[in-house]
């Protein structure tokens, strides 16, 4: 099964810990993660159920192609990070 | 009384000694909090805007620890919507990019909260902040193609101003799209008119759908008597802001973002002058506060306490507020400065001058 894990700055604003998910995309992948632990989608998805404009999603050390739909394809044993743009201040 | 004061960097609760306030604790350190109500119970519910990861609202009951609760989302944005800004031409963000003020309901409905954010939606929690609904009458009329952003990209619900004679009877202010009331608690809007601004062509100085009132605030026992720091002057309303006319004279300038208006006095009002839009200090590098007590005819300006000698703070639209007496303000600045007056702002007394930039005071119970 794929694998999710998020940085260490989210983990200061919302419990995400790393967890097996079940899914062939990464919007897939994403929604079986929410689905126990739905407070994390406001954080990592805006409105539109688009990553954030400053969130950074990679798959196996690949930076996501699709933030809009994330319909990136994503193989067993695979691992989805979710990390945080470099920006702010 | 407590006071809240929301910062780019924190929540910092502050409590008074004898006359002298201090720091007593700070939350959510590190986080832009942007905006925070007290509700009839007590209850304080604290917007934040953690950058990365979005806007989220927090909520504490008395003596409890805070719980995140629900925060206001767009709905899924239409294939075949058109609605793109007038200024860039680019599509509408249907997402929240700030919750720019929160406020409770009247006194009849305790759960009722009301949220302005950016990019210009309205939104009502029936329950304490439990879920929210998105004022579609607001969001969908066509004249808010006409709205557009001021110092953001997309224009704000910043001013939120419950009748309390009539708890269905709001009046909204937006940065830039004019000001708004609603008699039936969101399901129909007119616009409010006598706002003039100059930075529109000749011809469009009054046109009503494009004003930029900087903050809206009424007087609570005299409910039709309302304040308006507007973009380009000051403006009073003694129809419940039904229609204004302009205060031309305010020294020492017309310019500012912040306005606080007597609980009880309706002729009682105080401002935060500046230069003017393209000179957001204050004049002379003078930091003071201008007062009227006689309904805008003529102001006193004080200065006792504040900065007179290169003074470069600016007071936003929600940092600057009085208490339910009259006699006690505050006022927070865009450099960290904090000051509290307990002399119906005739003198000020700092609180610090290192604190985060801050967004909004609140004085909380009484």
Redesign the interface.
Known sequence: MPRIAFTS??RR??DCPAAEVRGTTVSECLADYFATHP?VR???L????RI?R??AVFVGGEQLRDPAAQTDVVSDGDEITVM??L??G | MSLLVGTRKGLFTLERHGSAWAIDHVDFIGEPVTAAVVGHDGTIYAALGTGHFGSHIWRREPGGDWAEVAAPSYPPRPDDATDVSPMTQEPWPWTVQLLWTLEHGPASRPDELWCGTIPGGLFRSPDRGASWELIRPLWDMPERSQWFGGGYDFPGIHTISLDPRSPDTLLIAISCGGAWITEDAGASWTVTTGMRNEYMPPGEEYTTLVQDPHRIARCNAHPDVVWNQHHNGVFKSIDGGRNWTEIHERPPSVFGFAVAAHPTDPNTAWFVPAVKDEMRVPVDGKLVVSRTTDGGSSFQVFGEGLPQRHAYDLVYRHAFEVDHTGDHLVMGSTTGSLWTSNSAGERWDTVSHHLPPIYFTRFTGS
């Open positions: 700055n989210l604003h919302v407070q406001s954080y990592v805006d409105d539109q159920g954030r400053h969130v945080q743009a920006s702010g």
